[in-house]
């Protein structure tokens, strides 16, 4: 599969942004927000060597995973700012990925691909449908049909031998010891996206699936009755012996769930319940009384032990709680409360390297703390440029949901266009 240019012009063009170093962020001012994310956009990307003909691994030690993740980022940068330089790389990335079934079940990465790594692909191709994201490529399903695919895989693996149900963590013999586990993250997943297809789709089958992960979930106690969101448990110990271990992304993946849900059904439980897994997640800010309302990793930043899977969840707990806020608006002055002081600490952080943009890692510190990479920039990227979802269009249902094969031709008066047509 191969872009290639014409010399049409397009009929829409993508936004002309002036990139500010971090440390300048205005939150009240749409312009800075996005001159700010663009230039961590820029250092984000600068981790990924694929181009919009070739998709390209991360570097070790990212798995398979965090590249969906990746895209599922730069694909909120493009909705949020109007950017779309970085669409056909997105688009090359997303397609280069969906596998011979076309639910991204990759033969090449079936040693590292987990429930919870084919869910995080699922999240980035939602968001692609629900945008109307262009789709190149004729020979690919669109993006709603790749992501019901995707529900199909995850849901044949659905795990009634122990637990009463519910997603294991691996999908492999090569994976064994998580093949004993059902986590929340996995679970998660199918939860989110069958709410997000029942919205898409109109399909009562998803919302049924939704209702029952959800109170799978919560029946064995990996919700507990305060909404914090647990690891999980082992399918030997017939899912009794809850991991308490608690990660922001996981909270957000059920919390976007619930939101979803709401909007779906109208059924003020929902709502509710969105409202109450954001007031548990609440233990994720303030790690010192000088640090009031400033985002943290609580199980490993303060002791030095995130992983680089670790050090990128506070980007999909921003991307997830910002897109909750659409679907319910009573959720909104938390999101003024905790998410404002949150990102004026992580454009802050942003502020090392040669150039005085590389982000930190612990937004506490009051500055760049040493720590960087792609994780870093991710969450710092996801908390600033989410602050723009007032002014952005909802995600789309039903039939605006449409197939669109041109790119946005470039800014500064470039003409030309990335077809649909493939060489």
Same mark, same amino acid.
């Given at each position: 599969?191969?872009?290639?240019?014409?010399?049409?012009?397009?009929?829409?063009?993508?936004?002309?942004?002036?990139?500010?170093? @971090?440390?300048?962020?205005?939150?009240?001012?749409?312009?800075?927000?996005?001159?700010?994310?663009?230039?961590?956009?820029?250092?984000?990307?600068?981790?990924?060597?694929?181009?919009?003909?070739?998709? +390209?691994?991360?570097?070790?030690?990212?798995?398979?995973?965090?590249?969906?993740?990746?895209?599922?980022?730069?694909?909120?940068?493009?909705?949020?700012?109007?950017?779309?330089?970085?669409?056909?790389?997105?688009?090359?990335?997303?397609?280069?990925?969906?596998?011979?079934?076309?639910?991204?079940?990759?033969?090449?990465?079936?040693?590292?691909?987990?429930?919870?790594?084919?869910?995080?692909?699922?999240?980035?191709?939602?968001? &692609?449908?629900?945008?109307?994201?262009?789709?190149?490529?004729?020979? +690919?399903?669109?993006?709603?049909?790749?992501?019901?695919?995707?529900?199909?895989?995850?849901?044949?693996?659905?795990?009634?031998?122990?637990?009463?149900?519910?997603?294991?963590?691996?999908?492999?013999?090569?994976?064994?010891?998580?093949?004993?586990?059902?986590?929340?993250?996995?679970?998660?997943?199918?939860?989110?996206?069958?709410?997000?297809?029942?919205?898409?789709?109109?399909?009562?089958?998803?919302?049924?699936?939704?209702?029952?992960?959800?109170?799978?979930?919560?029946?064995?106690?990996?919700?507990?009755?305060?909404?914090?969101?647990?690891?999980?448990?082992?399918?030997?110990?017939?899912?009794?012996?809850?991991? @308490?271990?608690?990660?922001?992304?996981?909270?957000?993946?059920?919390?976007?769930?619930?939101?979803?849900?709401?909007? +779906?059904?109208?059924?003020?439980?929902?709502?509710?319940?969105?409202?109450?897994?954001?007031? &548990?997640?609440?233990?994720?800010?303030?790690?010192? @009384?000088?640090?009031?309302?400033?985002?943290?990793?609580?199980?490993?930043?303060?002791?030095?032990?995130?992983?680089?899977?670790?050090?990128?969840?506070?980007?999909?707990?921003?991307?997830? &709680?910002?897109?909750?806020?659409?679907?319910?608006?009573?959720?909104?002055?938390?999101?003024?409360?905790?998410?404002?002081?949150?990102?004026?600490?992580?454009?802050?952080?942003?502020?090392?390297?040669?150039?005085?943009?590389?982000?930190?890692?612990?937004?506490?510190?009051?500055?760049?703390?040493?720590?960087?990479?792609?994780?870093?920039?991710?969450?710092?990227?996801?908390?600033?440029?989410?602050?723009?979802?007032?002014?952005?269009?909802?995600?789309?249902?039903?039939?605006?949901?449409?197939?669109?094969?041109?790119?946005?031709?470039?800014?500064?008066?470039?003409?030309?266009?990335?077809?649909?047509?493939?060489?």
């Amino acid at each position: 599969m191969k872009f290639f240019k014409t010399l049409k012009p397009a009929a829409a063009t993508t936004a002309a942004i002036a990139a500010m170093a @971090p440390k300048d962020l205005d939150i009240s001012d749409p312009s800075s927000i996005k001159g700010v994310a663009k230039t961590i956009a820029a250092d984000t990307m600068s981790y990924y060597s694929g181009t919009a003909e070739k998709f +390209v691994d991360l570097p070790e030690p990212h798995y398979w995973w965090q590249a969906g993740a990746l895209m599922g980022s730069m694909l909120d940068y493009s909705h949020y700012t109007g950017d779309k330089s970085y669409d056909p790389i997105i688009a090359r990335a997303l397609l280069a990925q969906v596998g011979p079934n076309f639910d991204y079940m990759l033969p090449s990465h079936f040693g590292q691909e987990g429930n919870d790594d084919q869910a995080f692909w699922g999240f980035s191709v939602m968001s &692609a449908a629900e945008r109307n994201f262009p789709q190149p490529d004729e020979n +690919v399903p669109s993006w709603l049909q790749l992501g019901s695919n995707l529900w199909n895989s995850l849901v044949s693996r659905w795990n009634t031998t122990a637990c009463n149900g519910g997603l294991l963590w691996q999908i492999f013999e090569s994976n064994p010891n998580g093949l004993d586990y059902k986590n929340t993250v996995s679970n998660g997943g199918l939860f989110q996206l069958s709410a997000r297809l029942a919205r898409a789709t109109g399909n009562n089958t998803y919302l049924e699936w939704a209702e029952k992960v959800w109170d799978w979930t919560e029946g064995v106690g990996m919700i507990d009755d305060d909404f914090n969101v647990h690891d999980g448990a082992s399918a030997s110990h017939n899912c009794t012996d809850i991991n @308490p271990v608690t990660f922001s992304y996981t909270a957000a993946i059920y919390l976007y769930g619930t939101a979803v849900m709401a909007n +779906v059904t109208g059924d003020k439980k929902w709502d509710r319940r969105t409202e109450d897994i954001l007031n &548990a997640a609440r233990s994720f800010f303030s790690p010192f @009384p000088n640090a009031t309302n400033i985002m943290y990793e609580h199980a490993c930043e303060q002791v030095g032990s995130c992983n680089a899977d670790m050090r990128s969840f506070k980007g999909y707990f921003s991307r997830f &709680a910002y897109a909750a806020s659409v679907f319910v608006p009573s959720i909104k002055p938390i999101i003024e409360e905790l998410w404002h002081p949150t990102a004026k600490a992580a454009a802050k952080a942003c502020s090392g390297g040669p150039e005085g943009t590389k982000c930190g890692q612990r937004w506490y510190y009051g500055g760049f703390d040493g720590i960087t990479g792609l994780g870093e920039e991710m969450c710092a990227l996801e908390t600033i440029q989410g602050l723009l979802v007032g002014d952005s269009k909802p995600p789309l249902k039903g039939d605006q949901i449409k197939t669109v094969r041109k790119f946005a031709a470039p800014s500064k008066g470039k003409r030309g266009r990335y077809d649909a047509r493939l060489a």
